[in-house]
C-alpha cells in the first residue's frame, strides 16, 4: 500500500440509515472519518430491512462516494407481523412483563428465543457469506469488521474467517450472551448452550475484538486471550450547537424508557418535591422523548405527575438533539441489575456536550458511573439514594431560578467521534 492508498475495509452491519435509534449512529460516524485516516469503507447492508424505528434525516448524512453493498433479507418479523401487532413491538425491545403478557406474546418470545439463535437476522447468513465471499476476492478485501448485536453478523465474520483466513474485527455495541433481554426470552437450557458456544466461536477466532465499555473487555477477557480494545460511542461535532434553554425547569429524558428502567425513586422524590414546594410545582416539566414503556407512564401517573408530563415519542436524531440542548436537567436510568454495568447508552456522549448537568441512576460500579464523574458532567445515583436525588434535584433548581445551572465539563474531547475513529484506524491498519 502506497501512501497515497487507502486501505480497503468492509463493514458488515444491519443497521444503516434510514434506521433510527442508536444502533446506526456509531458506524455511520465511523464510516464519516475513516477516510481521513488512510481507510476506505465499504458498508454491506440488508436492502429491505425492518428496522423498528426509521429516520430519514440520517441519509443525508451518509458520506458522498462511499461504496454500499446491499442484498435482500428475510426476516421472521415480517411474518409475524401478519399475525400479531406485538411483533412490532417486541422488534423494538419493548417486552411486557411476563405477567402482562399474552399467551401470543409469551409463544412469539419462546419461537423467537429458542428457533432463531443467535437471533431473528440469522437467515441472512448464509446468503451474505455466499456474496460476500465472491466480493472480497473480486475486490481483494483483506479486512473485514462485523458489528453487533444482531449477533448474527458476528456468525458471517466467522464463516467468512474460516473460508477465506481473512483479517476479521469483531465489534460488539453490547455484550452477547450477558445482555439483559436474555433472560425475557424464555431460553430452554439447549438454548442457552448454543448462544454460550457461538459467542466462544466469535471471541476466539476473530482477530481482534472492540467492546463499547471497560466491564465487557473484563467479562470478554475471561473466554478469550485475542486482543480487545475499547472503544466506547461518542458525539459529532454537529451535536455541539447551543440552543436556548427552556423556560420551565425541565428534566428530559432522551431515547427509550423501557418499563425495566422505572426509577421509582425518581418519581417519589419529584412528587415530594412538588408537595413541599410551590415554586417547584410552578415550573417543574418532565420532558420524555422518545419511545416510553407503559409501566413507566403508568407509574408516572399512580405518583400524580401526569400533569407535569411532556410525553412526546420519538422524534429524528436531530430533533431529539435540540430538545436535549434546551433541556435544564438530562435523565439518564438504566436497569438496576448487574447485566447494565456494561451497558453505555449512546446518549450520554451527546449529553456531555450539551453543556446540561447529568442526573443518571443505574448499578454501583457501571462504567457509565465513572465516565460522568471522570468527566464531571453530573451526577450518579443508585437505586437506594432517595435523600441525595432529592437533594440535589433542589439543589439544580434552585440554581436555575437563580440563572446559574450549568456544568464544567472535563476531558469530554475523547468522546469525539472523530478522536473516536483515529483509535479505530489504529485498530485496523494493525491488521
Request: with cysteine.
Amino acid at each position: 500500500m502506497t501512501t497515497m492508498e487507502k486501505k480497503k475495509v468492509l463493514i458488515i452491519t444491519y443497521y444503516w440509515p434510514p434506521a433510527g435509534g442508536p444502533g446506526v449512529q456509531r458506524w455511520l460516524k465511523f464510516v464519516k472519518y475513516l477516510p481521513q485516516f488512510g481507510v476506505e469503507p465499504i458498508v454491506y447492508c440488508p436492502s429491505n430491512p425492518i428496522y423498528p424505528q426509521t429516520d430519514n434525516s440520517l441519509i443525508d448524512q451518509v458520506p458522498e462516494g462511499i461504496t454500499i453493498l446491499k442484498q435482500p433479507i428475510n426476516e421472521p418479523y415480517k411474518l409475524a407481523g401478519f399475525f400479531s401487532k406485538n411483533s412490532k413491538t417486541i422488534s423494538k425491545g419493548i417486552i411486557p412483563e411476563e405477567k402482562k403478557q399474552s399467551p401470543m406474546q409469551k409463544a412469539m418470545l419462546f419461537i423467537r428465543g429458542n428457533f432463531f439463535i443467535p437471533d431473528a437476522r440469522k437467515n441472512w447468513i448464509k446468503p451474505s457469506v455466499r456474496y460476500l465471499s465472491t466480493y472480497i476476492k473480486d475486490f481483494e478485501i483483506d479486512t473485514i469488521i462485523t458489528t453487533g448485536p444482531p449477533h448474527s453478523l458476528h456468525i458471517i465474520g466467522l464463516k467468512l474467517k474460516q473460508q477465506l483466513d481473512i483479517n476479521w474485527i469483531a465489534d460488539f455495541r453490547d455484550p452477547w450472551t450477558t445482555i439483559g433481554y436474555h433472560k425475557q426470552l424464555k431460553l430452554t437450557q439447549a438454548a442457552k448452550n448454543k448462544h454460550k458456544i457461538l459467542e466462544s466461536k466469535v471471541l476466539n477466532n476473530a482477530d481482534t475484538i472492540i467492546v463499547t465499555s471497560d466491564v465487557t473487555k473484563t467479562e470478554f477477557s475471561a473466554l478469550t486471550k485475542k486482543p480487545i480494545a475499547v472503544i466506547t460511542n461518542g458525539y459529532d461535532i454537529e451535536t455541539s450547537n447551543t440552543e436556548t434553554l427552556d423556560l420551565d425547569f425541565t428534566l428530559a429524558h432522551v431515547g427509550s424508557f423501557l418499563s425495566k428502567r422505572n426509577p421509582e425513586i425518581l418519581w417519589q422524590a419529584l412528587q415530594e418535591l412538588i408537595l413541599e414546594n410551590q415554586d417547584f410545582a410552578k415550573h417543574f416539566k418532565l420532558n420524555l422523548i422518545g419511545l416510553v414503556g407503559e409501566e413507566i407512564l403508568i407509574t408516572i401517573e399512580n405518583y400524580n405527575l401526569t400533569k407535569y408530563l411532556n410525553n412526546i415519542g420519538y422524534v429524528s436524531h436531530s430533533e431529539s438533539v435540540i430538545f436535549q440542548k434546551k433541556a435544564q436537567v438530562l435523565l439518564l436510568v438504566e436497569i438496576d441489575s448487574e447485566n447494565t454495568k456494561a451497558i453505555i447508552p449512546g446518549k450520554l456522549f451527546e449529553y456531555m456536550v450539551s453543556n446540561r448537568p447529568i442526573i443518571a441512576i443505574g448499578p454501583s460500579g457501571s462504567d457509565v458511573e465513572k465516565i460522568i464523574q471522570q468527566t464531571n458532567t453530573g451526577d450518579y445515583f443508585y437505586y437506594n439514594d432517595l435523600k441525595t436525588l432529592k437533594r440535589k434535584l433542589l439543589n439544580h433548581f434552585e440554581a436555575f431560578k437563580a440563572g446559574d445551572l450549568k456544568v464544567d465539563p472535563i476531558g469530554v474531547n475523547q468522546y469525539s467521534r472523530e478522536n473516536l475513529t483515529k483509535k479505530l484506524s489504529e485498530v485496523i491498519l494493525e491488521q
